[in-house]
């Protein structure tokens, strides 16, 4: 088995895992595994057990949580948000954007030598 397909297959297990759960949408499953619409068709072709889960979903076979939990980037929790609130309080929002930082920052350096900028 090549390295390139050892790392897919370790994608699909954490994807399968991450779609048994009932806080997360499918859009979220697919933005926190970094798979894009294509990808995930693949999957799903080539994986009966995706396939299977997004069946259930479809049914709406998994277990129904009452309000619409999201997960706190910063700390991890999940909590209820309310309005566009990313994290569960102030002092995760200033983590996230701290964190957030140094990607940003990185992005843009790449852009500028991509282009050939100084
Ligand atoms: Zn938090």
Known sequence: MS??????????????????SPHLS????LDLMDIGDAE????????????SLMEQRREGA????????TECPACGEWFVPYASARCCSDTCAKIDQIRNMPN??????????QTGGS
């Open 3 to 20: 390295e390139r397909d050892q790392q897919e297959k370790l994608e699909e297990q954490a994807c399968a895992l991450l779609l048994r």
């Open 26 to 29: 499918v859009s979220q499953v």
């Open 40 to 51: 995930f068709r693949e999957m799903l072709r080539s994986n009966p057990r995706i396939a």
């Open 62 to 69: 998994l277990p129904s949580v009452e309000s619409k939990m």
């Open 104 to 113: 940003a920052a990185r992005r843009f350096r790449m852009r500028n030598r």
